[in-house]
Antibody, heavy 120, light 108 residues
Framework: EVQLVQSGAEVKKPGESLKISCKGS????????IGWVRQMPGKGLEWMGI????????RYSPSFQGQVTISADKSISTAYLQWSSLKASDTAMYYC?????????????WGQGTLVTVSS | DIQMTQSPSSLSASVGDRVTITCQAS??????LNWYQQKPGKAPKLLIY???NLETGVPSRFSGSGSGTDFTFTISSLQPEDIATYYC??????????FGPGTKVDIK
């Protein structure tokens, strides 16, 4: 079974750094892009960026370029999303999702989500 | 940037009703249009890919159509378990991925 399992919920203070993870299993981790999607409380889905673990080629949405860093460690089939200095406005649910096997422009499956709360 | 609009933003329908959601792109995206279902507190789930293809395991009451700039998502007979928010999503090779604002569906 293809599965993405994300790290647990985080509570941080403004200015702190954070790195959340997304571990893939059940497929060739290096052969599919993995994307990150933000969902702020009560809001819609926003694409943040995408990485190809095979060669670490990374693309960012212009809205998130410079705000976050996406990386991957193919030796442990894990993708990461990190912040160097969190803001209260980073409070959101963050999902990772794999490139669709049939339709490469879709996301399937998705991780269960990681809730990030930034509050002083 | 390619902008995606969805309508309506919310709807309320009875069990058994036919429900239709539209998604419009600001420029031609061919058939690079996917539909997702997100139930409360859950991750999104892919239902329809490439505008009209039903993902494996998804009930046949769900369907999609369209190409270019105008797309339609239909639930032929609304069921209680279909209560969710539905999102369209497009891919553009130069700008990446964009989600529509979502349509919240509930039971009347």
């Amino acid at each position: 079974e293809v599965q993405l399992v994300q790290s647990g919920a985080e509570v941080k203070k403004p200015g702190e750094s954070l790195k959340i993870s997304c571990k893939g299993s059940g497929y060739s981790f290096t052969s599919y892009w993995i994307g990150w999607v933000r969902q702020m409380p009560g809001k819609g889905l926003e694409w943040m960026g995408i990485i190809y673990p095979g060669d670490s080629d990374t693309r960012y949405s212009p809205s998130f370029q410079g705000q976050v860093t996406i990386s991957a460690d193919k030796s442990i089939s894990t993708a990461y999303l990190q912040w160097s200095s969190l803001k209260a406005s980073d409070t959101a649910m963050y999902y990772c999702a794999r490139q669709g096997a049939v339709a490469g422009t879709s996301f399937d499956p998705w991780g269960q989500g990681t809730l990030v709360t930034v509050s002083s | 940037d390619i902008q995606m609009t969805q309508s309506p933003s919310s709807l309320s329908a009875s069990v058994g009703d036919r429900v239709t959601i539209t998604c419009q792109a600001s420029q031609d995206i061919s058939n690079y249009l996917n539909w997702y279902q997100q139930k409360p507190g859950k991750a999104p789930k892919l239902l329809i890919y490439d505008a009209s293809n039903l993902e494996t395991g998804v009930p046949s009451r769900f369907s999609g159509s369209g190409s270019g700039t105008d797309f339609t998502f239909t639930i032929s007979s609304l069921q209680p378990e279909d209560i969710a928010t539905y999102y369209c999503q497009q891919y553009d090779i130069s700008r990446g991925f964009t989600f529509g604002p979502g349509t919240k569906v509930d039971i009347k």
